[in-house]
């Protein structure tokens, strides 16, 4: 029987050097700036702080996202990100339309 995602996730996470962990521990937080982060805090915000939400593609190559990406970032704006299909056509959250 395969392992299920669980048990391959605990596999992994006991595999991660401390530089991993504390990594992921700041993308998870807010404070690291990186293409797989989902939330971004600049002084001393919390989550429930956000009003700014982020449309951007799975891949971070859109120049259109990655422009206000830069932008939130220089003025500290703290985000949230939902990446979505970027693509004319696809499944869009409600969300976003």
Same mark, same amino acid.
């Given at each position: 029987?395969?392992?299920?995602?669980?048990?391959?996730?605990?596999?992994?996470?006991?595999?991660?050097?401390?530089?991993?962990?504390?990594?992921?521990?700041?993308?998870?937080?807010?404070?690291?700036?990186?293409?797989?982060?989902?939330? /971004?805090?600049?002084?001393?915000?919390?989550?429930?702080?956000? /009003?700014?939400?982020?449309? /951007?593609?799975?891949?971070?190559?859109?120049?259109?996202?990655?422009k206000?990406?830069?932008?939130?970032e220089?003025?500290r704006?703290s985000?949230?990100?939902e990446?979505?299909?970027?693509?004319?056509?696809g499944?869009?959250?409600?969300?976003?339309?």
């Amino acid at each position: 029987e395969p392992p299920s995602w669980e048990a391959l996730g605990d596999k992994l996470r006991g595999q991660q050097t401390d530089e991993e962990a504390g990594f992921r521990e700041r993308l998870a937080g807010g404070t690291e700036h990186n293409a797989l982060a989902m939330l /971004r805090l600049f002084d001393g915000d919390t989550a429930d702080d956000v /009003r700014v939400k982020l449309y /951007r593609d799975h891949a971070a190559w859109c120049p259109y996202c990655q422009k206000v990406w830069l932008v939130l970032e220089e003025k500290r704006i703290s985000y949230e990100i939902e990446k979505i299909n970027m693509r004319c056509y696809g499944d869009k959250p409600k969300s976003y339309v």
